[in-house]
């Protein structure tokens, strides 16, 4: 099986993964939604959906959070970075942990673990 094959993440999983990541980057601040709509000239209310891990955001958002949110950063270069072995290796991990109803947040301390430049 080809590394491209194996690459598989659900939206639904991808959904909470890129939440967890916006949690770790501006979960420490009064209001994380406005950071987040500042962040990405949005609106507060899709930044809260966002953040929520109710829906991802569209490329435009996602590009501009790229820049200013270094786990939110590192969990793109995850998603675009399919062919990497340790991204299919962590895919792998992370469909484990969800057959099992890990948490979102043991899936995301897996993924940050694994994927994320200190």
Sequence with gaps: MSAAAAFRIGE???????????????????NPARAIAEAANSNERAARNWYDGKNLPSFLYAM??????????????????????RAVEIVKELSALDEVGASPDEQLTLFANKWVRP
Aim: aromatic fraction near 10%; avoid cysteine; hydrophobic fraction near 40%.
């Design 64 to 85: 501009r959070l790229h820049t200013k949110a270094p786990t939110f950063r590192a969990f793109m270069e995850f998603l675009t970075e399919a062919r990497d072995g």
């Design 12 to 30: 639904e999983q991808a959904t909470r993964l890129s939440a967890g990541a916006l949690h770790r980057d501006f979960g420490h601040l009064r």
